[in-house]
């Protein structure tokens, strides 16, 4: 499929200069960026009418099947939602299950301008199979965890192994990296493994990483140090890798973050919603801390809306810092775009450029929360909803365009949705 | 016009079971709700296919004609914002500009399922036209303001006095609120004044109140109290009122507000963004103390969007008190519907019910994010966005339906915006 877009304001990379020009894409690849007029056979020549041309979002940290947990049990006790309601409910999940949620998660995605997610969950073929039936890139996060015994170690570290090799060559949609649930479900023995695993196919590591005040206190009574602190001591990020959430963070933390170029997945959202706190993102940013953003879980959030992590991101920093000028937008949605393709490995989808692949949102500038237009960046960053989403393209492929998706069945992945949960309510 | 919404979910009034069945409106005015067919002659039968109506949202405090300055100074220190670009560019807007660019907020609040506004602005009259001829329901709130001298104290109490009776009878769509910009704008003289005069007509007050810390600490230099303690003190608040933002309160303050069944109108974007604060929330709806929702201004949020106000109203709770539980749906969904009605004196428009006024807003439930349907309320807040209005009822008028704005030309209103601001900035 060829495209053309044109009459386009295009904002390639956040940071440079918006102007007004044509994209044009062939199959999965940009193919030109410019101001000069296309000539040329394409399949479709779309005129934008003056909208908005720029990356996809990347959502940098998300749960994509735990859709049908959206809304299931709100406004109640951390540990009374997490184990009487979320463990009983995924413990009842097929991998058939797992597959029709994250096609719900996809349309979803697709509809708030977002190409790609780094997921971590059950049935990570279930999931891969999800992506590659919606055209979604899929970046698999390696979410091993276990006891103080050799079973779980033998099987954390076999699994781990077994899924790099597979899903990384399984599909272009497809890619894994190494990584871990957290450290206070996994057993200092399997992090040692996990370390060494990661040193020997060169890879960096991911996990979530101080999420909660109380995850920070409990590894320091095991084992004398905060999570960051005790990952580095295990040598786990000598190929970098970063941490999602990072929420409750010690300068110690923070500068080994720094150092080692790790990526600080913020989920502002999320951590509001449960209480666990707000990230020190603007320091971190001031740091020069590589940043991504990611919705976390529908269950814990609702949503898998990237507007509204960007809104968060920015001004939750100027309350907690108490400083208005605090996350400048551009920060936020450079996070949100190139910062997320970054953190996941996505180099190939970071910008609007050609040779990259085709990952784009065309942004409706015809609605009135973005008019006037004093500043596109901001106006994206404090105004912007999905409302705003017109189309989005994911590798290549326009998988979704105003209100519809033409290349899916959302009525029948909502039905099956709907059955899943209430299928689960009365098991 | 007759309308009759059928296959309808049901939302009568926040706290009320959600049913199928059936909405009739006849004028202005809500004629039928409940689950027989209607039959009889209507000029439109809409289908809505399981979709929800429900109250549309009453946005409770707002500068609607801030449209123009939307992203045009951000991520700036308070004051700089303020006093070197706010307020600038406002002492340049004619009563011509000030009705274009009410307009285009009309045009935003209709397209988020907003139906009335609780306005604070210069240039009442042009506010209230565009509220008339947008099909607005909108309540000018009083911002008289003025230093200790007698010119400022006539000037201020006859506006007060000359807009209370005008605006009151001028269209069914427009009312007034006496009310002054704030204690630290108004000198005690004024203050007194305007007391005497609600008492004189037996009228709540209303004012920002409490929005920063410095305000509170200057009040209390100035008067040796609060405020919220000062204006009680004045015997302002004898026939009730409100205040907006209610950020920095203190118990006293909050004791008052209960006492006298005052409104906390809050405004969760705009006190993150300008890094005011986060109001207590929580602590004002476990004390019963009366709760309503808005955006402030575009050019401090950045938009009018109702569902994120919503959306922070809760989380910002649940992360201020620590406690995943605190500030739950309902009473947030009940603040910008009912609350938000209550509070601007507008009981004939708090609920869907025969005889109140037709204010209704559609909501798309045929969208990823409000699937699947665990809990309805649940989904409108945490997972809602401006993306779900599929349709929207102002005084029994559609005034917004499918993305578009069958009775307004928004491109000429989009455009109007933006010559105002360029010519502004070259001024």
């Given at each position: 499929m060829k495209l053309r877009f044109y009459n386009a304001l295009i904002l390639s990379e956040v940071g440079k200069e918006i102007f007004s020009g044509e994209v044009c894409t062939d199959g999965d690849t940009i193919t030109y960026i410019g101001t000069e007029k296309q000539d040329g056979k394409f399949d479709r020549e779309i005129n934008l009418c003056g909208n908005l041309i720029m990356p996809s979002f990347k959502n940098a940290h998300t749960h994509s099947a735990m859709t049908f947990l959206r809304s299931f049990a709100d406004d109640m006790p951390l540990n009374d939602w997490l184990f009487k309601q979320v463990f009983p409910m995924e413990a009842k999940l097929t991998p058939d299950d797992v597959y029709e949620l994250t096609?719900?998660?996809?349309?979803?995605?697709?509809?708030?301008?977002?190409?790609a997610a780094f997921d971590m969950y059950f049935h990570p073929d279930s999931v891969a199979q999800a992506a590659i039936d919606t055209g979604l890139r899929l970046v698999l996060c390696g979410a091993v965890s276990g006891g103080d015994n050799k079973a779980d170690y033998d099987s954390a570290l076999s699994r781990l192994e077994d899924y790099f090799s597979r899903f990384n060559s399984m599909h272009p949609l497809i890619s894994f990296k190494m990584g871990f649930h957290a450290e206070y479900t996994t057993d200092i023995s399997i992090l040692k493994g996990i370390a060494e695993l990661a040193k020997k196919y060169k890879q960096p590591l991911y996990t979530h990483n101080s999420e909660t005040a109380s995850e920070v206190q409990g590894c320091i009574e095991r084992h004398g140090m905060t999570p960051t602190a005790l990952m580095e001591s295990l040598g786990m990020f000598e190929y970098g890798g970063g941490g999602f959430h990072c929420v409750h963070m010690t300068d110690e933390d923070l500068e080994i973050f720094k150092r080692r170029g790790l990526w600080a997945v913020t989920n502002p959202c999320s951590n509001c919603k449960l209480a666990s706190g707000i990230a020190p993102l603007a320091k971190m940013n001031g740091m020069g801390i590589n940043l991504a953003v990611g919705t976390d879980g529908p269950a814990s959030n609702n949503a898998l809306d990237m507007f509204r992590e960007m809104y968060l991101a920015s001004v939750l920093q100027k309350v907690r810092e108490n400083d208005a000028s605090a996350m400048p937008a551009d920060a936020v949605l450079k996070a949100t775009t190139t910062g997320g393709a970054k953190a996941m490995g996505l180099d190939d989808r970071s910008v609007l450029e050609p040779g990259k692949k085709a990952d784009i949102v065309v942004i409706d500038m015809d609605r009135p929360n973005m008019q006037p237009v004093n500043n596109i960046v901001k106006n994206l960053v404090f105004a912007g909803t999905r409302d705003n989403v017109k189309m989005t393209v994911s590798n290549g492929v326009i998988v979704y365009e105003d209100g519809k998706f033409p290349t899916l069945d959302a009525e029948k992945i909502y039905a099956e949705a709907n059955?899943?949960?209430?299928?689960?309510?009365t098991d």
């Open positions: 096609k719900l998660a996809a349309l979803e995605y697709f509809s708030g301008g977002t190409t059955r899943i949960i209430a299928e689960k309510k």
